[in-house]
Structures are given as structure tokens and as C-alpha cells.
């Protein structure tokens, strides 16, 4: 069967692995996909696995085949911002929890920003049980159905598990391939969410074998072909007698890439690479991550204003030690998490559930998407409750 085909009926899954800093996330990827996510090249059919800490695998059980991309999600406390933008991206996730350390405060933390987008399917993996007792396996596996029980997370599956060991790899298989698929919807306008855009041409390449500025990350809906002309907003950000704006970019598509392979068109799901004519001044360095490119006119206007329905946590998670949460002052700054941009606000408006910030730097508006808020304490974005775009 033509390759090029084969992939692009394919079904697709997007699964976020989770979890603390050295809990063994990006080795499990490695014994799950076969690559590391954080290995580097630079060729345009590596880019979207490079740039974003993706790798992708096609799994295959009997009759069965799913394409599966990764999203490592950065465990680091300082990189919250980023886990919750990598959040945007997936349909499922898999958390990581090492049996020697057990949860850590950034564990929590990244189930309550799974809570915070609305992920609910979620795989739990006891990883690095060959670095303890069984005694100790019973008691972390123990510790971790608490630390679940109330959480989106409660009725997940806990699998047991030695990355290095490669131990319960095959299970975690066949969750992926069990994992039940959102339903996509191809008949909207195409939303593509930028998460990361560069050049890929190395220095010295001759001006006849260019390649356009590539953008990376995931079709949230609608559809995507070859030749379709795109316009991408906020865009990017101009300044004149001393006054910044935002203008949106329209381009053309010259080619899709899903992975390793050459594709014509692509649905949702899955990451994506595609290379458009833009001029790479414009990708270079991320310059257009978290930016949405759609079909020419269907996007809404751009914004420095917000205005979300939102909810609070109960108690702040990110530190050594719980603390409540305190409800939201007028003019208070507020991180700001939606898809795959971050902004920050400052609250202009509050009653009730409801509240209006002024932003930072733009965002498109798209009623019905998720926003994470994180406030800044002592010293950190630590996140304390999410919202809906009203």
C-alpha cells in the first residue's frame, strides 16, 4: 500500500507524556517510539519531532494500526508555561511517576493543568520499580490511587514499569491502541495552532534549493491540504514611531509532512510540519509560535482583551507546602495559557464567575477554548485555576 496513503487514513492520537523532572519520561518515550524526542536535526521531515520534543511511532496489534505522536512535556517547574501550552495540544496523556521518589509537587501540578484543559484520559505509569523493593512498589502504587482518588485521574489505569529495564512496555502499547479517539471535526474551518516555526535551511544553501519558513504543531480542526493559502494571526508583531502592533500573515502551503512522511492533506490529530513560502526571516526562532493559521477570513479579529468564565482551585499545589488559593483582585497580573500562546493580563473587570483582562501581547479569541491562570508566587507562574473564552 502507498505509504502516503496509508498515513493519512490513519488513526491518529495525540498523548502528552507528564510528569516531574528526571522521573524517566523521555527514556519510556524512547522505549515506547524507538528515538529520543530531544535528539537533533535540522531536516524539514524531522522538524515538528525535533522542535517540539515530539516523537511519533505508527503502532500496530493484529489487525489494528494507530499513529501515535508524542508531545514530552517539560516537567521542570520553571517550564509550567510550556507544559500547559504542550497540554493544548493532546487528546490523552500518560503521567510519570517514579516508584523511588513517588508524587512531587510538580506532579501535581501538571494533573490539576491536564484538569485545567480538560484531558481526562489518562494512563498513570509506575515507572523505575527496579530501583525498589516490592514492599515499596505496593506502597508508592498505593500513595499514587490517593493521590488520584477525586482527581480527573481517579479511574485511570496504573501500570508498573522499568523503562530501562523495558518492563511493561507492551502494556503500555496496548492502552495506546485501546485509547479511545475524540471525534474530529472536519467540516470547521481549518484551525492549525502553531507551537513552534524556523528555518531549516543549513548556512550556504544555494538560492535555487530553498525551502520556505516551516511552521509546527497540531490541526485542531477542519482540514489541511497542499496549495491551500493560509493566514496565520496574530502574526507578527511591527513597531512604528515607537508603537508595537500585531499583523496577520497570509502564505501558501508547500508541503505537509507528519512525521516522516509526505502527506497531501492531513484532518486533525497528530503532529504536523508544513512548509509554506514564507520568507524564513519570519519563522526563524519560534517567531510565530502561538499563532493560529486557519483558511484566509475565518479566524476572529485579534484582541488585547479577554474575557473568561472562570473557576479557582481549591489549594495551590506547585509548592513543598499546600496553601489556599485567594480569589482574584482588580488590576492583579495574571498568566494567561491559551493553545499553544501565553500572554499576560491585567484585570480590568470582575462579577461573579466572570472576569476581563487587558492584554499583553494579543490573542485570537476563540469562544469555547480553555485558558490556564497562573499566578506569580514567590518568584513563580504557579497555576491556580483555568477558564472559558466567553
Known sequence: MDKKQDISKMEMLNIGIVGHIDHGKTTL??????????????????????????????????????????????????????????????????????????????????????????????????????LV?????????????????????????????????????????????????????????????????????????KAKDLHGGVLAGILKRGVIKVGDEIEIKPGIEETHANQTAFKSVKTKIVSIFRGNYSINEAGPGGSLAFETELDNVLTKTDSLSGSIASAVGSLPEISKTLKLK???????????????????????????????????????????DEVEFALKIPIVPIKGDSVGLARNIHGHWRLVGFGEII
Not at 493532546?90 to 494533573?111: F, M, S
Not at 480569589?327 to 484585570?347: A, C, K, P, Y
Open 29 to 130: 518515550l524512547s522505549r515506547i517510539t524507538g528515538k529520543f524526542a530531544d535528539t537533533h536535526s535540522e531536516e524539514l521531515k524531522r522538524g515538528i519531532t525535533i522542535k517540539l520534543g515530539y516523537a511519533d511511532v505508527i503502532l500496530e496489534k493484529g489487525s489494528k494500526s494507530r499513529y501515535v505522536s508524542f508531545v514530552d512535556c517539560p516537567g521542570h517547574e520553571m517550564l509550567m508555561a510550556t507544559m500547559l501550552s504542550g497540554a493544548a495540544l493532546i487528546d490523552a496523556a500518560v503521567l510519570v511517576v517514579a516508584a523511588n521518589e513517588g508524587i512531587k509537587p510538580q506532579t501535581k501540578e501538571h494533573l490539576i493543568a491536564l484538569q485545567a484543559k480538560k484531558v481526562d484520559k489518562i494512563l498513570i505509569v509506575q515507572n523505575k520499580i527496579d
Open 310 to 352: 472562570y473557576s479557582l482551585f481549591d489549594e495551590l499545589v506547585g509548592e513543598e507546602k499546600a496553601s489556599k488559593i485567594n480569589d482574584l483582585v482588580m488590576s492583579e497580573m495574571i498568566m494567561l495559557s491559551i493553545n499553544t500562546s501565553i500572554t499576560v493580563g491585567q484585570i480590568k473587570k470582575l462579577s461573579g
Open 133 to 205: 523493593s516490592k514492599e515499596d512498589a505496593v506502597k508508592n502504587y498505593n500513595e499514587i490511587k490517593k493521590f488520584v482518588k477525586g482527581t480527573i485521574a481517579e479511574s485511570a489505569e496504573i501500570i508498573p514499569v522499568s523503562a530501562q529495564q523495558e518492563i511493561n512496555i507492551d502494556k503500555i502499547k496496548d492502552w495506546l491502541l485501546g485509547t479511545e479517539i475524540p471525534v474530529r471535526n472536519l467540516d470547521s474551518p481549518s484551525e492549525f495552532l502553531i507551537a513552534r516555526s524556523f528555518d531549516i535551511n543549513k548556512p550556504g544553501t
